[in-house]
């Protein structure tokens, strides 16, 4: 069921309350482009993931779809249309896509661009081929460079006008796809740049500057380097404020594109490969199947598990060996960063947030869950518990000052680069697991991050790999400076 609480900007929709079916999915915009023609905007904060339905004549499209595909199948009933198209951009390495799925339960086609090669598509687009559809046409636009297949999708209305590009991961605003996610090919990430560089000005660059752009992924995600807010744009915009579109050699361009990428979360290769086959495990199954409730005892029981406390506090303490990665930030991003996909997983979570962390797991292809149970019922069977060292901010800075103790950053580099502690050591979150050996388990370690929350991580995984003297600054790099 979808409410609709507030129109502006001609029919521009906002939406209060999500699907029942999946709640962390966001009607974000939508438009009506005289008649005929409807778009809307589907969001998925944990992932920072855009996907679309158009429609026209009761004909829609859906492009990039996530692995739980009742929302669309929800959206098209609501309007009384038929799913006739799934179009991908590109095989997606940071989630689960649904295309399978929405082929399988619909009867749609599945349509890729050049160079994608799958046993599910239905058809091949030629670069600059058009796709008609009710009373408009859709065209591919071939952009190589963050994939080879890598395709954009351009909106004509029923005028011919070329009015929305559907980017994928190739342009995002204010920034450019990764060169370096792609399925593992013979071609470097260097040569993907170029590609990508040759994409841009070819291909996107021409476009008028009143073209709307909408992004496959919006702030946060890990597919771009440093993307900008928002959830649209126009080409002009793009043209003027990206620095990947201003003028510039190919040799700058690679440069720029490539200069500090941080390491990919390892579960975005295993997704791109899920992605390029015709994996079509039944979501609902895995959901039913995780969604068991644990005891104390069954937990103990199971000695491979890795426990994941997706609580937002651990302020009276956590299980000994969990790790904790709090729901309220991008969640499946950091389990999939830290934790291998095939692991299996009991999950602590807060009552009433059971089925909405085992979603966003399952979203990333994590299906190795046990079940889940609650902190209070392990306290309460008098089972040992680990407590948390928080430090004030006063406290931090006077370590700071003394310099006889391990202070740890592992916010990014990005922002490391714009300032730190003195005497910190940086130590990124996704690359802490690979760098343990490189800090002093006999010595007390203080950690910091931008808001306290990758700092909590970063110490309950500390823990969990056996360090003992372990402390995290509640409060971000920012409030930690602030006079």
Known sequence: MIKIVQVCRG??????????????????????IGEGLYTQQLFTGCLAEYAYYIESNKEAIIIDPLRDIQPYIDLAKERGATIKYVLLTHFHADFVAGHVSLKNQTGAQVIMGPNAEAPFINKTMKDGEMLHFGQIKIQALHTPGHTQESTCFLLHDRTGKKHSLFTGDTLFLGEVGRPDLAVKTDLSQYDLAIMLFKSLREKLMPLPDDVFVYPGHGQGSACGKNISSGYYCTMGNQKKNNYALQPMDYETF??????????????????????????????????????????????KLTKTAQIIDSRNSIAEGFIPGSINVPLQIPFAHWVGTLLPHNKEVIIVCEKGTEEQTIMRLSRIGYDNILGYMYFEEWQQAGEIITKPTELEKQALLNISQQGSEQIIDVRSFEEWRKGKLDTAKFFPLNELLSNMERLNKNQQINIYCGTGQRAKIACTLLIANGFKNVQYCKVGYDEIIKP
């Open 254 to 299: 690679v440069t720029e594109v490539v200069r500090d990428l941080p390491k990919p979360p390892q579960y975005f290769f295993y997704n791109a490969g899920l992605n390029k086959n015709t994996f079509t495990s039944d979501l609902n199954e895995i959901l039913k199947k995780s969604n068991k409730k644990l005891s104390p005892q069954d937990a």
């Open 11 to 32: 029919m521009r929709l906002v939406s209060q309350q999500y699907f029942q079916y999946s709640k962390s999915v966001q009607l974000k915009s939508s438009e009506t």
